[in-house]
């Protein structure tokens, strides 16, 4: 069976008192069990957040697909895997939009951070304009088959894939849960594909203005495994209400 997993997203928020603070506050709460707990934190906090946590995994956001050298400001897999983090976010839109990240750079992204075993989370998502314009199966397909290309189906099945509609994040207006749900469907037939029987393993996960009053719709989904948070990850009770979502 497909993992459940929710994963914050604190982008470039939080120092490190605050995200000691939201642990603190995290760790009074039961979570979910049968869900995985995710937090994508900034990486000076990274190793801090991993020491103080028990009921939940962290990530990084982004990473260099080089081993080491002079690439000043960036961050390797490795140095990743120190911090003690499990997940590594890429290829989310801001990086696509603010550091002109390619499909060709993300796909080596995944490709060293699976092995490295760190769990990619590689989120695709369209424009407005190309939502629009109905090139959206076309944008979606080709990021999904360039992230992924060259992985064997044993790789393939570890990607953690996360469809955000770009338009629809960090603007309080989400994609309905049948736009969603379709998406996701078409996401893992893509897969299947590409890949095979192991597309029923990827876990997909739906990204944009998710928030507690919408997440059991969007989780009720058939092919929705999970949600990744940006804004209402910020606080601890409300990132306790989307992981136990069941409760709601
Ligand atoms: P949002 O961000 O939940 O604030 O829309 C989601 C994301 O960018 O991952």
């Keep these: 069976m497909r993992k459940k997993i929710i994963a914050g997203n604190w982008k470039m928020n939080k120092n490190l008192k605050d995200s000691l603070d939201f642990v603190k506050e995290l760790e009074t709460h039961s979570l979910d069990e049968s869900v995985e707990t995710v937090l994508c934190a900034p990486f ?3 190793y801090e957040l991993g020491k103080a946590s028990k009921h939940m ?4 956001q982004n990473m260099h697909y080089e081993d080491d050298g002079a690439y000043t400001g960036e961050l390797s897999a490795t140095m990743v895997k120190d911090t003690g983090a499990s997940y590594v976010i890429l290829g989310h839109s801001e990086r696509r939009q603010y550091f002109f990240e390619t499909d060709e750079v993300v796909n080596k992204k995944v490709k060293k951070a699976l092995a490295s075993d760190l769990i990619p989370i590689l989120c695709v998502g369209e424009t407005l304009e190309e939502r629009e314009g109905e090139r959206l199966w076309t944008v979606i397909s ?5 992230g992924m290309k060259d ?3 044993d790789q393939a099945k570890k990607v953690v894939i996360a469809y955000e509609p770009i338009w629809a994040i960090g603007t309080g207006k989400t994609a309905t849960s049948k736009e969603a749900n379709d998406m996701t469907v078409f ?4 897969i299947e594909k590409m890949f095979g029987e ?4 990827v876990s997909i996960l739906y990204g944009g203005s998710v928030k507690p009053e919408n997440i059991r719709e969007i ?3 058939s092919d929705i495994d999970g949600a990744l948070v940006g804004g209402a990850a910020l606080k601890a009770d409300s990132f306790v209400k989307l992981v136990n979502y069941k409760e709601i």
């Design 44 to 46: 000076h906090v990274l």
């Design 57 to 60: 995994v962290t990530g990084a």
């Design 142 to 146: 080709e990021q999904v088959q360039k």
């Design 151 to 153: 992985l064997s189906a």
């Design 187 to 190: 996401i893992r037939k893509e």
């Design 198 to 201: 192991v597309a029923k393993e």
């Design 219 to 221: 989780m009720a989904q």
